[in-house]
Every structure is written in structure tokens, then in C-alpha cells.
């Protein structure tokens, strides 16, 4: 029944969303109930930012002919990673897809015709945390995504703050000396506690090269005192940084995504104990792992869609929730 | 002219507005052109929690009573120290007046009768610079005043944050080693970077008993060490919280208020240079000394009055804006 035309309503309204990452750009096509269509591409952000914007304009084509003949499109959501404006519609910078100041949203209206939903792929994920998983019904939140980078997402008083693009940009600056980062700075967050240099500083300090972060955690869970120094110190870092935004911010609630939170109590459970040890007048933040996994940035960019489109979001809120949050 | 009363119109609106500090209640009546009278009453908080109310609700009358004839008070703005939520009306706890849970706006609704607006004595004196002052046509800022305590406002996309009353309370946690503070924990900025600690560090290194960090500058600038160390310790500290603060919301623009900006480009100059180092992704920020001075909190006040009472602000602002700038 929901795939066939209903003759006096005509056909469906459906989104077309993509997730752009520096690896993969994920795409999907849903309807008010959830997804109909999905897949993903590489990026092949080593070909140039011409090329990456080629193949982020190719699979939208490639979404919008995977639009079923019972619906039809009505806007675009795009999330992408680095600096990003959403307020003008601009990728100010991305280190990963090589782009500078690439007015996307403008870029992607004239290529589609549609109305185009633009947003910052971190916020995206927290916005649909905030709306479909672990953030729901709480008005004052941060969500830290702890991956191959580190970044947060501020939602406050309900809105998502983007402050030109650069809030959150927590895993870059703050110190004065330490290791070389890519950013040009020291002893930033990110050589420390992404889970990229997780498995970098263990393999530079024990010379055995690991399958990433988890394979690290592995060993220190065995007992191997390097692994277990090097895991100690993201952590310890996590902690800086979840109580700095808790201290800046006030919120009462930590929302915490990206590959790293598969480490689950690994992980959870010492940051909360150090960020409780780091807070003094404010009181302790709920700290949560986030519910829809590598999937948020997908369900955001659809509901940048239809926010875009001009739809009342609030029954296709209600319905993706449930789809979201089952497990995959 | 002014002080008649239109016979077609009747008497022009009034607002009541207090500046609750914990040595001082600051008082003004305003009408939409500027102050018609103001005052000052000690608040006498080591009299106890109920005794420093008492003296509110008696500054209220005293500054309703000195509404002249020719005008009517439609609205009562307060302003108080501590933890403070807006959007419940209370203060959750305020250490300088020993209130706790206490349900401000309500009470002096039922005392007066009138609206009021209620607020945090930060967010009011941030308020009141980015409308009247050194923020205005900002929509994405921080104010961050420096006098006997420490603390920040965040003005983002055009709105104040207060996240429960929780925003901006800097100058505690994120620590876990250091002197001992009043909070509690150790190591805080309120320890190193707030006028009064930098006053009680010289005096604690040195034996020498001085009148304020004003005194502590003076040494340092006439070439003494121990005092160079203490304010540059204080310089230090506070640039890093400006870093942070800068990091986390991704602000442009930083209103430095309070007590110690007093001391201009000895605190500015070296801030400036020392934020910038500990940024790399961040675009520098513009870090201007506030325009109010200590006026800041009952401008705010009066502002919160008129907000509540239903006036249109726009026509206040633009003359409020005019006299407070306006040197003392």
C-alpha cells in the first residue's frame, strides 16, 4: 500500500539526504515514515575538491533517480564536514574535501531545482540526536563526536549554535605546547583523544602497528601497560574537554557520538568520574552514548531536507524516531 | 517639558530598576529617554538571607516612591548575583546573599503588583553591552567581567544563553589541582585571575598589605617582581579562559567588563596576543574593553523592566544607548 499512488492525493513527498564524508558520501532517499532507498560512494577527495563536488552533484542524480515513481521530491539535505556557515549556506573550509568557501547550498538548488537543506555534518548528527535519539526533550545539550576528528555540538535553549561555523571546534587549540597537530598548533585534543591518535600514539610509542582505537582499548583491557597509558591519557583529555563545555555552556546533558563510543563503559564510565572530579558549582551532566550511531548524520540531513521543504516536522520526528533508534 | 504630564496622554511610563550586588543594592528609575533618579543602599547580606531580601523589597519602594508625578511605573527590573534562572524567576543559590531556591520574580510580583523582569547581574550587564555598548550588532559574542568574581555571558545567534544559571560560570572547575577555592575545588580561575585574587596573591607572596589589583599593576608596572608574576599569572589564566570560551562557541567578538578592565591595555594587550597564540583553527577574535563601566548592570536591569512591562525596546535602546555611553 504505501508504494502505490494514492489517485486523489497524488504522489508522496520524499527527501533526498546525503552525508559527505572524506571517505564515503552516504545517501538516502526517505518519506515521512522513514527510508525508502539507500547507498554510498566513495568521495575520492584525493582527486581534488572539484572532483569531490562532482561526485557529492552525481549522487544526488544518483538519489533523485532512486526517488520510487510513487513519490516525489521535494528538497535536498546535505551535511558536510570542516568549517561550515549554514546561516549563508557556505563550506567556509573543509580540510578533508579541499573546499574553501564553496557556496553549496546556492550550488546544489541550481543543480536540483529543489529546495536545498545545508548543514555541518557534526551538528547534523546532533540534531538528530536531539530530535530522534539520546538527546530527546532536552532543551540545553552538547554532543562530542569522537572519531578520526573531535567536535562538538552546542544545542541551546532548543537551537543549534553555529556562530559562523565555528562553535564546537573543541579538538583544535587551548594549549601552548605539546605534540604538533595538523592545525598548524600543539598539544591539541586531537593528538591526544580522537580515535585516530589513539592507535597513532600506540604505535608510536610501542612500534606494533593496531587495527585502530578498539584494538588498542583490546590490549589495555589485557593488561598492556602502554595501551593502558595511552587510553588513560584520551580519556583524561575527554574529560578536560567535556567539563570545559560544560563550565562554558551550562548544560546539563552530554550527549557523546563517533566510533569512539563503541568503547562503551570503557569509556563512559571513567569521563564521567573525571568530569564529575572537574566540576565544582555546576552539577554533574547526564553523559549518554548516542543512539543512532553512524547513521545520525543520514537522519539529520534528511530532516535539514524537510526543513528545507517546508514540511511540519513534527509527525515525520515522530515516525523516523522509531525507525532511527532500532537497532541496525 | 519633560517632567509634566500631557494632559491628552496622562503620565509618561517608568521603570524601577535594582542592581542587587552583595556590598551595595544599586537603584534608577528611567523613563524611555534615561535616568530620573537613582540611588544606592547597602544590602547588609551578613545579616542573613532574609534580611538581604527585606532590603530589596524596600529598595523597590524607595525607588517606586521616586517616581515623580509626572510618570507611572509599569514594570520592576532586578538583577542578582549567583545562579540564576531566568526562566523559572528564582534564584537557585547566590553565595554573596545566602539565597537559595528563593522565587524572586514571583515575590516581588505579589509585592508590587507590577511586572517584572528578573535576570542574572552578568548576563544583565551583557545584555546592556551588546545593546547599549561595546557589543552592539553582534548576534554572536562573549562578555566576560573580571572584578571580585569571574564569570561570562554568552550572547549567541542574537539570544543570551543561561542553561538553567549554569552559562558562563568560568571562574570555577576544570581543574584538579591548585590552590584551594571557595568553591570547593582547587586550582580554579577565581583563585588566580579574578581583582581579588590577584590582590590576595601579591599580598600572600609578599607580606605586603595593597589597596586592589589596581595596586598590584601599579608595582608591577614600576618594575617590582613579585607583582609582575601575579599579574601575569592572572593575564595568563584569563587568556586561556578566553580561549576557551572562544573555542567552545566559536564567538568573534569578546566584551572584556568589570572591575579589572580598568586597568586597559595592561590586561588587554597582552590578552590579545596570548588568545591569539592559543587559537589555530579559530579566526582571531576582537577582544574590546566593555563601554559601561560599572553602570552595565543597572542599564541591563532597567532594560529587563521595560521587557517585561511589553514596550517596545527598540526607540529605548536607541536613546539609552546615547546616555550611557556618555562618560561619567
Redesign the interface.
Known sequence: MSDTVDPARGPRPAVVALDVGGTFVKWLVADERGVLRQGSVETRAAAGPASAFAVVLDTVDTALSAVPATHRPVGVGVAVPG?VDERRGVCVHSENLGWRDLPVAQRLREHTGLAVGFGHDVRSGATAEARLGAGREVP?QVYVSVGTGLA?A?L??G?M??????????G?????DGAP?V???RG?AETVASAAAIARRYTAASGVAVDGARDVLARARAGEDVARRVWDDAVEVLS?LV??????????HVVIGGGLVHAGEDLLGPLRDQVR???????DPRIVPAALGGTAGSWGAALLGWEASGADLGPIVAAYGDAARRPA
Open positions: 568549517t540545553d562538538a552546542l541551546l535553549d537551537r549554535v553555529s556562530s559562523g561555523g565555528y562553535a564546537g571546534e573543541i583544535h587549540g587551548g594549549a601552548l597537530c592545525c598548524g598548533g591539541c578536560s567539563a570545559d563545555l560544560v563550565r562554558v555552556t551550562g548544560v546539563p572530579a572537574r566540576l565544582t558549582v555546576h552539577p
